[in-house]
């Protein structure tokens, strides 16, 4: 075969490939237009030069669900970067139980992180691609209520109430909402917001079809110690009998914890994706296959578990 003939048969492949995924995703595209679907993005993911490009992929995808009719929220983190600056000042972070110790200065630094820099780095990126984004702290309109949950750790808030009124209007208005987690009590006092359990919170208030974690794993293991054995599929309940056994550990704690929530309220799937992959929230929703763990409610999955091989 000639160097011709096999560029062209490679042409050919990859425009039939390609042709393939575009149709595959048409019924995806049809049930999800119009729904809203709630994002948590770590602030690792823009921890570093090196994920740039990575950042910049997310905002992509992030405006091309917005254009085919999806409604996204996004709501980020900024835990690298928070502590980053710490050290720069002079102030060294500290961590009780995977918290952040929050005294005023920590507060105060961790808003001109969340609200100056991570929120407006990440509002740009999307605008960027085509999508209409608006910038929006826990604290603007009471999005986030929060109280003190322990003396002992400062300004870290509890979420009580989430008002969501000022996303459906920017939703309404055509616009992607990008949420910085820093909450307020009823004095108005600042507090730092875990992001993970604040963006199941915020998917509840509007009644979200999926709640989806971008993390920096490939999904959540059957056993913690195996990387073969990704779940792919599970229940809310087959959830809550791997966090009582121990299954679970560490950050992915907080996140099943907040799936389970979550889903035995108004939220329909949740997903945990490996935010590293390139393109990861196209492939989960719009191909047959998807990427990572979904999480659904009891009702929607057979009895069983599923692992991957």
Same mark, same amino acid.
């Given at each position: ?41 770590? !602030?690792? /993911?823009?921890?570093?030069?090196? @994920?740039?490009? =990575? +950042? ?6 992030? $405006? ?123 004095? !108005?006092? /600042?507090?730092?917001?875990?992001? @993970?359990?604040? =963006? +199941? ?6 009644? $979200? ?101």
């Amino acid at each position: 075969m000639s160097s011709d003939t096999t560029v062209r048969a490679l042409m050919e492949s990859s425009h039939e490939l390609t042709g393939s995924m575009l149709s595959e995703a048409l019924p995806y595209i049809q049930r999800f237009a119009g729904k809203i679907v709630v994002v948590k993005y770590g !602030g690792n /993911a823009l921890a570093g030069s090196s @994920d740039v490009d =990575a +950042a910049s992929t997310f905002a992509r995808d992030i $405006a091309l669900m917005h254009a085919v009719g999806i409604k996204p929220v996004v709501v980020h983190g900024g835990g690298p970067q928070i502590s980053a600056l710490m050290e720069r000042l002079g102030k060294k972070p500290e961590f009780r139980n995977g918290l952040r110790v929050t005294d005023q200065e920590t507060i105060e630094i961790a808003s001109m992180v969340l609200l100056g820099t991570v929120n407006p780095q990440l509002v740009s990126a999307i605008n960027v691609h085509g999508a209409r984004a608006v910038g929006v702290s826990g604290q603007d309109a009471g999005l986030l209520q929060v109280t003190q949950r322990d003396p002992g750790l400062g300004f870290v808030g509890d979420i009580h109430h989430v008002d969501p009124t000022v996303l459906l209007s920017a939703i309404n208005d055509n616009a992607v909402p990008v949420v910085a987690t820093i909450g307020c009590d009823a004095s !108005g006092q /600042a507090y730092n917001v875990n992001a @993970d359990t604040a =963006a +199941a919170a915020i998917a509840v208030a509007l009644g $979200a079809e999926k709640l989806i974690y971008l993390t920096d794993i490939e999904g959540l293991r059957a056993d913690k110690d195996d990387s073969s054995s990704l779940v792919r599929k599970a229940t809310a309940s087959q959830i809550s009998a791997m966090l009582e056994t121990g299954s679970i550990d560490g950050g992915m704690i907080p996140k099943m914890e907040s799936c389970v929530s979550a889903l035995q309220q108004t939220v329909h799937d949740c997903h945990i994706l490996d935010g590293r992959i390139a393109h990861v929230l196209l492939i989960e929703l719009f191909t047959i296959a998807g990427v990572g763990t979904m999480v659904s409610r009891d009702t929607e999955l057979p009895s069983q578990v599923k692992a991957r091989n």
